[in-house]
Nanobody, 124 residues
Framework: VQLQASGGGLVQVGGSLRLSCAAS????????MAWYRQAPGRLREWVAG???????NYMGSVKGRFTISGDNARNTVYLQMNNLQAEDTAVYYC???????????????????WGQGTLVTVSS
């Protein structure tokens, strides 16, 4: 399984960006999709998640500004980020918890997969 993230870039405070992450490979079922971020000198932190049923959750500092959504048909997760602040500057990583088709043709248990990260820089 490969996750390809895109959409990062440089934006001014108050601006917007939309991140996308497409998963490819022998995917049987995606149970959960999420975005994490890691700012310089800090640990990676969870930002937002969306379940296969469409339920969403957000870390406190992004509530009301970020929106996560998933497209199960396209195995893609999005993160719409509005009113960006300097403290949102980080490398953003997409994550999925998924079952894949093993070489024997049967689905595996749920496993974690990570994208390569996309840099978001918010300038003041």
């Amino acid at each position: 399984v490969q996750l390809q993230a895109s959409g990062g870039g440089l934006v001014q405070v108050g601006g917007s960006l939309r991140l996308s992450c497409a998963a490819s490979g022998n995917i049987f079922q995606i149970n959960n999709m999420a975005w994490y971020r890691q700012a310089p000198g800090r640990l990676r932190e969870w930002v937002a998640g969306v379940s296969s049923g469409g339920g969403t959750n957000y870390m406190g500092s992004v509530k009301g500004r970020f929106t996560i959504s998933g497209d199960n048909a396209r195995n893609t997760v999005y993160l719409q980020m509005n009113n960006l602040q300097a403290e949102d500057t980080a490398v953003y990583y997409c994550y999925i918890l998924a079952r894949v088709i093993a070489p024997n043709g049967f689905p595996t248990d749920s496993r974690e997969y990570w994208g390569q990260g996309t840099l978001v820089t918010v300038s003041s």
